[in-house]
């Protein structure tokens, strides 16, 4: 004879099957999840008619202790939350013991990063053999484009986007800072440095020689593509194909991690965070808060190198 807990879950189920259409694959999944449940509340004396909030947190601080995910927990909270939604429209029970639980967050992978001395060894070997006039013009003109590149969005922290579809007033702009229409047509400042300017008219001079009808386009980076300007496919092709040149290891590379970059070396070198939220346009600090790593170094050596008390051992 099926017991009242099964006889819920398997009503649950059918439920899942027969209104919403759910494959073989899922409902087999909320079975899964809902029996480990049930058997968490039978090892505790009662069933899911009688659950209350604390349960359901308890059974997921029990297999989080389990080092179940936060994505697992998440999955089996939304099948727990589900039953109980259908236990409350059966009218089984008067409430629904999920609506005061919170769901796990998941935790944001840390960004890839790379060293000050790994991007320096990019933008070295991007720009070899820029200044040998042996070298066909063609070559010397996709050896600039990708150096350029990478001297833009490691100095401004733009986007790939961003950079990418640069109008080519930028090259000659004389302003520290340029205006940016980042998400949502947002605009923002972005610092423009030397070494990026540099970057920018040597490709821009090579551009005039090899191709001066894209040149006389609207656009920084010019190519023929649906746009009028430079990929994200083919700029990050070049770039990996430049990492593997300086010894880097080509999956750590990517035009995205040149941002991180940016903003990992500022917060290095001592800038605050709400000012590195404001270079790289984020809405939300919690969205700049996955360099938070950054800071916990800084303060660590700062404790290390400059507390008066500090005996010299690692700060832990």
Request: hydrophobic share 45%; net charge positive; with cysteine.
């Amino acid at each position: 004879m099926k017991t009242r807990a099964a006889s819920h879950v398997t009503g649950f189920l059918e439920a899942l099957a027969s209104e919403r259409g759910a494959s073989l694959n899922t409902i087999d999944a909320y079975r899964r999840d809902l029996a480990d449940y049930e058997a968490y509340l039978a090892a505790k004396g009662m069933g899911a008619l009688k659950a209350d909030p604390s349960c359901v947190r308890g059974f997921l601080a029990a297999r989080g202790a389990q080092s179940l995910s936060a994505a697992s927990l998440a999955r089996r909270l939304s099948a727990i939350r589900q039953f109980h939604k259908f236990l409350y429209a059966e009218g089984w029970r008067p409430d629904d013991p999920t609506l005061a639980v919170e769901g796990p967050r998941p935790s944001r992978p840390l960004p890839k990063l790379l060293s000050m001395a790994e991007v320096e060894r990019l933008i070295t070997t991007a720009r070899e053999g820029l200044e040998v006039t042996e070298r066909p013009l063609r070559e010397r003109l996709e050896a600039a484009r990708i150096a350029c590149l990478i001297e833009l969005i490691y100095a401004s922290g733009l986007r790939v986007s961003e950079a990418l579809s640069l109008k080519k007033s930028t090259a000659t702009t004389k302003a520290p800072l340029i205006a940016v229409a980042g998400k949502g047509d947002k605009e923002r400042l972005a610092p423009l440095s030397g070494p990026a300017r540099a970057a920018m008219k040597v490709f821009r001079a090579l551009l005039d020689q090899v191709a001066p009808g894209a040149a006389s386009g609207p656009w920084l980076f010019p190519a023929a593509s649906a746009s009028g300007h430079i990929t994200r496919q083919a700029f990050a092709r070049d770039l990996k194909r430049v990492a593997a040149a300086a010894g880097i290891d080509s999956k750590r590379v990517s035009p995205h991690v040149l941002r991180h970059a940016f903003a990992s070396h500022l917060l290095q070198n001592g800038a605050d965070l709400r000012v590195v939220q404001d270079l790289l346009g984020h809405a939300d600090i919690s969205t700049t808060q996955i360099y938070t790593h950054v800071l916990d170094e800084r303060a660590k050596a700062m404790v290390r190198d400059l507390h008066p008390m500090n005996d010299g051992d690692e700060v832990g």
